[in-house]
């Protein structure tokens, strides 16, 4: 399948300027190996490890498979400060070619990811944020839209790519609601350089989600996500057939445990339709972004 590319994709050494998004709980080692031989950058949040002991391990396993650029998530404001430096060391030791910051000031592991030559990309939602990492000196904004799965933003993805795009000198991820190619078509159209799709991977074989969560994003349509902050304290979207049937976008789900037992899924579940390997997955959106390409109105 031919490759395309983009700046940003040539500079870290992908085939394909596609991202498999870091997913709390369920992305793990074996997602980040699949993406590393399908030709795009799979990550995880070091959270994902329990311990210390257990990111080295998975740091080890990866290395040990794979040469291929992968990227590692570091949640700055949700991880335990000790915890957080452990990280960082490790992400430092074993070179960690991309480290993704999300939920906090970058500042501080931009010039230690600068040290040993790694690329940082920053999460956001809005551009203030987006202009603040910039000053910090990431390499790229992630823009987080409207309808992405897990913690989502509220502008839409038509609007906030081409804005971020406008307003940064850095590159732009354009994150939410991308699941096929034709939708990566879009997005590089509206000047993203890279594509960061979460959901779309969540039915995955290699994913760690439970069977019935890859089942449910499959059967799911966009109608079936609720957007809230009474689960996890921030607004993200949950697919609503794990919640409580009498609840409410504005009360906090009693009892079963967020995340865990409270799944969550963007609207981009409206284009998933099968379980699929890592591979697989890559080689529909590569066709269909051909495709799509190919059938623009001229
Ligand atoms: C179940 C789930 C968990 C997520 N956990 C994290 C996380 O720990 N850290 C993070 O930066 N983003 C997290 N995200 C957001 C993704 O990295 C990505 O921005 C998002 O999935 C893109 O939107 P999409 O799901 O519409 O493709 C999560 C998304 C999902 C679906």
Redesign the pocket.
Known sequence: MSSFSTPLSRRLGLRYPIVC??????SNKEMIVACAEAGILGAM?S?NARTLEGLRADLEWIRARTSGPFAI?L?IGLTDPARLEGDVALCEEFEVPVW?T?YGDPTALVARARARGATVFH?VTQLRHAKKAEAAGVDGI?G?AA??????GVISPFALVPYLTQNLDVPVIA?????SGRQIVAALALGAELT?????F?PSAECGAPPAYKEQVVAAGPEDIVYTDKVSGIHANFLRSTLPDDWTPDRTPEGAKR?KEI??????VAEIHEQQTVAEIVEQLVREYHDAVAALPR
């Open positions: 998004a870091p997913m709390f709980l369920i949040p959270l998530n949640t993704l999300s999460d992630i987080v309808g992405a799965g897990g913690h989502a994150a939410g609601c991308i699941s960061y799709l979460g959901t779309r969540i995340w799944w969550s899924a963007g609207q981009g």
